[in-house]
């Protein structure tokens, strides 16, 4: 079974707009972090933000916000106000605190395009 | 600046040769790892190494070797044993293996076997 799914392979959003990027992830360890990352056409990987499983509040860094629903497992990325230069592939991934020698699990990433 | 570099950007291989991938961090972190990606595809962990002098299996470790001899130093070889390397190369590293320690990628190199 998949740990990390993100449902959308491709989106296309206008300039200015605000933008939700899904993640929803399956785990059974109560300590687990989630982390987003941007890959633009370059090919390196940037980090955007990180929610700890245990953390009370959503993640927010600038325009980029966590939106976390433990229930629901899911940790979906808004990107506020997008601009051009936020066309990229985004993946989302996860960490668990004990079952797995802590490595990253990855998603299949979404490409996210941004109109003019 | 303090980085992580990686080269070559792009590497041509013939079938049946060795190659190996070059990754340098200078931001004192113990944690490195290497990572396979495919087109359309997500991150595969190949190999990760918690210190020096020590290194672990990831995913997917056949065909793969690497070293760590140095704390800034963490070379990848793609021998001839792997049926399919012609893909991109991520290295990556972070403080530590554990918590909320991000990890900071090079730019990677990216393979093509001919």
């Known amino acids: 079974a998949q740990k990390i799914t993100q449902t959308q392979p491709g989106m296309f959003v206008q300039e200015k707009e605000a933008v939700t990027l899904d993640c929803t992830y399956d785990?059974?360890?109560?300590?687990?972090?989630l982390f987003w990352y941007k890959q633009p056409s370059s090919g390196e990987m940037i980090f955007l933000i990180y929610q700890g499983s245990y953390d009370q509040q959503n993640a927010t860094e600038g325009r980029y916000s966590l939106n976390f629903q433990k229930a629901r497992k899911s940790a979906n990325l808004v990107i506020s106000a997008s601009q051009l230069g936020d066309s990229a592939m985004y993946f989302c991934?996860?960490?668990?605190?004990?079952?797995?020698?802590?490595?990253?699990?990855w998603g299949a990433g979404t490409k996210l395009i941004i109109k003019p | 600046d303090g980085g992580i570099t990686q080269s070559p950007k792009y590497l041509f291989r013939k079938e049946g040769q060795n190659v190996t991938l070059s990754c340098e961090q200078n931001?004192?972190?113990?944690?490195m790892y290497w990572y396979r990606q495919d087109p359309g595809q997500g991150l595969r962990l190949i190999y990760y190494?918690?210190?020096?002098?020590?290194?672990q299996k990831g995913d997917i470790a056949e065909g793969y070797s690497v070293s760590r001899e140095k704390k800034e130093s963490f070379p990848l070889t793609v021998t001839s044993a792997q049926k399919n390397p012609t893909a991109f190369y991520l290295c990556a590293s972070s403080i530590s293996v554990s918590g909320r320690s991000e990890q900071f990628f090079g730019p990677g190199t990216r393979l093509t076997v001919l």
């Open positions: 785990t059974s360890d109560p300590s687990y972090g």
């Open positions: 931001l004192n972190h113990d944690a």
């Open positions: 991934a996860m960490r668990e605190g004990q079952n797995s020698n802590y490595q990253l699990i």
């Open positions: 190494s918690q210190i020096v002098n020590d290194f």
